[in-house]
């Protein structure tokens, strides 16, 4: 039990009215974006981790069983959200540090300036870690640049006045808004300032020495009671992190709640769009970096202040955090680029208002897509994914190397709990070993439904060869529609015939069998 302490797409840029419009109110939208954050929530079924103000929202609103990010990585989900793109297409390739400086091309189109250059207001308050500026331009910024990360993503105080700032500068200049609150909880911070705690847990609790969050009263919890995720090591080590992981959930869900409270406040509690999510999965061994359904699957939930929307219900509907931009533009009546009929056009984002009204027919069919190249400058291993309800095919296209690991997760008490096993050959209650989330295959398929762990690799199975082969189709035909310059990787050159002509894979003869040898 928990225990309260003592003391780009080429966008035609004009306004319409959507469909979707009942009123001529002012639309607004707010997203909150957790930080590596998970399932840890009481609406997605975790019974110990308390966070009733996340919850409170969920049960007026829709919530998604089947959302995905489309990289398990923060700069690159971030640009992927704000751009509808995948991170191959828009360039952020990786982690966007001062010194490594990964960003996104200079071309694309992000969702704050198509907004801006259609008069709305938009803002940013805590985690940007995006680039360049002139591609993710926000009117009002409060993030790391200007200010310290703890201070903006996790001083739930300081978010509540800065949103009041916010919204008081859009009311002053009768503007509909679009807000980004990019929360820094609960990402670890072991790394960078470990006297906080390992996922910064003692930032701003009042003891000594951590300073005073006024609006936080922390939760802690006990480490042999948290409800253990099935890819994390059943240790103390391991749980006491989990448990240090909750702490900081609930000063995130308390932190939803100022923010929440002030957009009532301000007078947009009935006109605003509100989006709850996270960037990717949980900063845990399978979660953050991996393909595997920890690393990508996300919470989202979505109230629509439309009173005709769902609400405290739940979704089915395969979806991915590329449909939040075309989400975001029909709420405020702007276009995107259209979708068609065939396979590869209907795998394209999409917005997700009408599931918000009435849930789409069932299809085994449907798909999401992901697409990973670095972490960290150092963690160079690119894969290419496509997940339907039942199958995923993962495409590890650097399996010959080791599986990287970011600082970060390295100097975990998870991992190196692990590491010290491993070495010392102890008993390691984990359902892997450390070789084996090392060493992974150029091909993964799994069987979702029969094997949600994603422990038996189907891979080359003989009665599954039309269900591979039609899923290395779609994939491929996915990573050309997105013009993914990995679409060859690893064992071929991309080339082009002629100005005009397709892309081509010419082989390498490096013994590896491209799939397609066209």
């Not at 607004?28 to 079924?45: C, K, P, W």
């Not at 922390?218 to 409800?227: A, I, K, T």
Request: charged share 20%; glycine share 6%; aromatic share 10%.
């Amino acid at each position: 039990m928990a225990r309260p302490p003592g003391c780009g797409y080429v966008l035609i840029l004009c306004l319409f009215v959507s469909e979707t419009v009942l009123s001529d109110k002012v639309r607004n939208v707010l997203i909150l974006l957790a930080d590596d954050g998970g399932f840890e929530l009481g609406s997605y079924l975790n019974k110990i981790c308390q966070t009733p103000n996340i919850d409170a929202l969920a049960r007026r609103s829709l919530l998604f069983n089947n959302a995905f990010t489309s990289v398990s990585s923060c700069s690159p989900s971030r640009a992927a959200l704000l751009t509808g793109t995948p991170s191959h297409q828009n360039g952020m390739y990786g982690l966007h540090q001062g010194v490594h400086h990964f960003n996104s091309f200079d071309n694309i189109t992000s969702l704050p300036n198509v907004l801006r250059q259609n008069g709305i207001m938009t803002g940013i308050i805590g985690k940007k870690h995006v680039g360049p500026d002139s591609v993710y331009k926000f009117d009002y910024e409060q993030t790391e640049m200007n200010n310290h990360i703890n201070q903006v993503g996790r001083n739930i105080t300081h978010i509540k006045l800065l949103t009041r700032e916010f919204l008081a500068k859009a009311n002053k200049g009768k503007k509909p808004f679009f807000l980004y609150i990019g929360f820094h909880d609960p990402h670890r911070c072991g790394h960078s300032e470990p006297q906080y705690g390992p996922f910064c847990e003692r930032f701003g609790s009042g003891e000594e020495g951590m300073g005073t969050i006024p609006d936080w009263q922390p939760w802690y919890y006990q480490w042999d009671e948290v409800q253990l995720p099935y890819f994390v090591q059943d240790t103390e080590a391991a749980r006491r992190d989990i448990a240090a992981q909750y702490t900081t959930m609930s000063r995130l869900d308390q932190g939803v709640a100022l923010v929440l409270k002030e957009l009532e406040s301000a007078g947009h509690g009935d006109d605003t769009l509100i989006i709850y999510t996270s960037d990717n999965g949980i900063p845990f061994p399978s979660g953050r970096t991996n393909f595997y359904d920890p690393g990508v699957r996300e919470p989202l939930i979505i109230s629509s202040p439309n009173p005709t929307a769902r609400r405290n219900q739940a979704s089915g509907s395969m979806v991915t955090l590329l449909d939040i931009m075309p989400t975001v533009l029909d709420w405020f009546g702007l276009p995107w680029e259209e979708e068609t009929n065939d396979v590869v056009q209907t795998d394209k984002p999409k917005s997700l208002l009408p599931i918000l009204e009435k849930e789409p027919p069932f299809s085994e069919d449907e798909a999401v897509f992901l697409s990973q190249t670095h972490h960290e400058i150092t963690m160079y291993y690119p894969m290419r994914a496509v997940r339907t309800r039942r199958y995923k095919l993962i495409h590890n296209l650097n399996f010959g190397m080791p599986f990287p690991i970011d600082q970060d997760l390295y100097v975990s008490p998870t991992f190196q709990d692990i590491l010290n096993r491993t070495r010392s050959k102890q008993s390691l209650p984990w359902y892997k070993t450390l070789k084996q989330y090392y060493y992974r295959p150029q091909w993964e398929l799994y069987d979702i439904r029969a094997d949600p762990a994603e422990t038996n690799n189907l891979h080359g199975k003989p009665s599954l060869e039309q269900v591979e082969a039609g899923l290395r189709e779609r994939l491929h035909h996915w990573q050309m529609a997105t013009q993914d310059p990995w679409l060859c990787s690893p064992d071929a050159v991309l080339e082009h015939d002629g100005a005009d002509s397709d892309s081509v894979c010419r082989s390498l003869d490096n013994g590896l069998l491209h799939y397609y040898t066209r």
